[in-house]
């Protein structure tokens, strides 16, 4: 381990450290989800002058060292390369994030009315204590998908001006029966309702009109989106924490923000493989979709994206064939970047203090995750975990090692160990997190700026 006694507060320049978490905010709170996390990096790798795969594949000729291209999966995961110094084929590095985050969507037929009042139905997505999500001020972000095929996004409730939304909660006064049921049912999922209007329809030539208030809402889709009832079918609309990433603290040494598992640790491996310009081995930075519902369907990192793009750029580079591809596997090294548990000191009993993350401290080494004796975990071998720890010492990183809680606490897992299953070295390697999975999550800025001058080291 590094020196205890110096900080990353003194070790670090402040003015950098400070800079670059102000640059984490502000993405943070314009990039609430996976789609915006997407098309928001792209943007940067457009002005960086980063090639398409596609392009890539057109132009026919071998990336040279130092070039960037990228492709994105059903505009939900990202998957970006910087060609190394030496051959592909002598192994890749690899930082695996994922950026989708708890959350509520929409069901495809959401909008109903119930005793003059507007609503949205909606189903969880994730992991969720059900009883935080009630009670505050909600956005709408998402798209909707027509028909004809043309595609127009939405996001209210962000802008000073906008409308927001929310779930609504039993007055203290009546909850005497809510109070003595247990956390989990407190809550129940299909009471997740988001309250969205009040308003009926105006100049009704029928007083007796049916739903005017839901009338009213379709209106004012129908006027500002050009959106029917019907259209909420092919819409993927997500509800969200309304407002900002705040410093958070009086000494502004925290981070309160949405969405921080896993964009915390996705936002300084982008940043890392766009400021590591010559590494030497071939980077890459996979940000995938869906980790928070068990890394499935196609835009998740069960789908078999990533070995598909592999394969166009080991093929781009003249190295491809299916037994390369597979000796490639075995050859890289992977940090998944996925966040840890900070210890809390109003909750020390789920927590070994021996064995737990600490904010403040560094960016944190879990070496298996998991439950249940470590189910549904990657568990690093002992010579990967040597070789890190000799990497962050050469490069002067404050780091630290963690586990998930005591043993029969509970538990979890990343994406790791879907990595691990192709024959890669892998290991988990993120931010410690406090209030994970909630509206709004705190993280320390040394932290974040420690985990991006790591995940460099890494690639350099």
């Known amino acids: 381990m590094q020196n205890k006694k110096q900080t990353i507060w003194e070790k670090d320049d402040e003015q950098k450290l400070n800079a670059f978490c102000e640059d984490y905010r502000v993405f943070l709170s314009g990039h609430k989800t996976e ?69 509520l969507d929409l069901k495809q037929h959401p909008l109903y009315e119930d005793t003059d009042l507007a609503l949205f139905d909606t189903h969880y997505y994730g992991g969720i204590k059900k009883y935080q999500w009630t009670a505050l001020p909600m956005a709408l972000h998402g798209v909707v998908a027509r028909k004809d095929g043309s595609v127009t996004e939405i996001c209210i409730g962000e802008d000073a001006d906008d409308p927001v939304f929310g779930v609504s909660d039993l007055l203290i006064h009546l909850a005497s029966k809510q109070m003595a049921k247990p956390a989990s049912e407190a809550v129940e999922g299909e009471n997740l309702n988001i309250l969205v209007g009040s308003r009926p329809l105006a100049d009704q030539k029928d007083e007796d009109v049916k739903d005017a208030v839901k009338a009213n809402i379709l209106r004012l889709l129908k006027e500002k989106y050009d959106m029917e009832d019907d259209d909420f079918v092919s819409a993927e609309i997500e509800v969200v924490p309304a407002g900002p990433a ?19 640790c996705a936002y300084p491996s982008f940043r890392a493989i766009m400021d590591e310009k010559h590494p030497e081995f071939t980077s890459i930075c996979l940000l995938t979709d869906k980790e928070e519902i068990g890394s499935v369907g196609a835009t998740g990192t069960h789908s078999r994206f990533y070995e598909n793009t592999l394969a166009e750029v080991m093929n781009i580079q003249g190295c491809y064939s299916e037994l390369e591809l597979r000796r490639l596997l075995t050859r890289t090294k992977v940090l998944s970047s996925d966040v840890s548990a900070g210890f809390d000191p109003d909750y020390p009993d789920v927590m070994d203090k021996n064995n737990c993350a600490y904010l403040g401290r560094g960016p944190v080494f879990n070496k298996y995750t998991g439950a249940r004796g470590k189910s549904g975990s990657n568990d690093a071998n002992a010579e990967y975990i040597a070789f890190l720890r000799k990497l962050m010492d050469e490069n002067n990183i404050i780091y630290q090692t963690s586990e998930l809680g005591k043993v029969d606490a509970g538990g979890g897992g990343t994406i790791a160990y879907i990595l691990a299953n192709l024959g890669m070295e892998v290991i988990d390697f993120g931010v410690a997190v406090l209030n994970m999975h909630a509206p709004w999550e705190i993280t320390s800025k040394a932290d974040i700026y420690e985990a991006y001058n790591a995940y460099r080291a890494f690639l350099k």
């Open 35 to 103: 789609r915006e996390n997407v098309a928001g990096m792209e943007e940067e790798l457009r002005k960086a002058g980063a090639k398409t795969l596609e392009e890539a594949v057109a132009e026919g000729k071998p990336l040279q060292p130092g070039e960037v291209v990228y492709t994105d999966m059903m505009k939900k995961s990202l998957l970006v390369f910087r060609i190394g110094q030496r051959p592909m084929t002598d192994g890749l590095r690899l930082l695996g994030a994922h950026i989708d985050s708890p959350r």
């Open 246 to 264: 705040r410093d958070y603290g009086l000494d502004r040494s925290m981070i309160m923000g949405y969405g921080q598992d896993d964009k915390v």
